[in-house]
């Protein structure tokens, strides 16, 4: 039953780093400007770092 706790694991990493990595890029690639642009530059950024820290945490656990 523990590797499929693992496998669990780290597919949930995989899909945080994937999301967390796009939501990045995509902050990078808004077209908006002014205070809409900065807002959508900002929420995707959270939710990129945030995307990335679950990754990492899933990472520790699985060590």
């Known amino acids: 039953m523990a590797d499929w706790t ?3 694991m780290f597919a949930v990493a ?3 780093f994937t999301l967390g ?3 990045i890029i ?3 690639m808004t077209t908006e ?3 809409k642009g900065m807002q959508e530059k ?3 950024g959270f939710f990129g ?3 990335l820290v679950v ?3 899933m990472g520790y656990a699985l060590a």
């Open 6 to 8: 693992n496998a669990l």
């Open 14 to 16: 995989l899909l945080a």
């Open 21 to 23: 990595l796009s939501s």
């Open 26 to 28: 995509m902050s990078f």
């Open 33 to 35: 400007t002014g205070a």
């Open 42 to 44: 900002i929420e995707y």
């Open 49 to 51: 770092v945030s995307g």
């Open 55 to 57: 990754c990492l945490m």
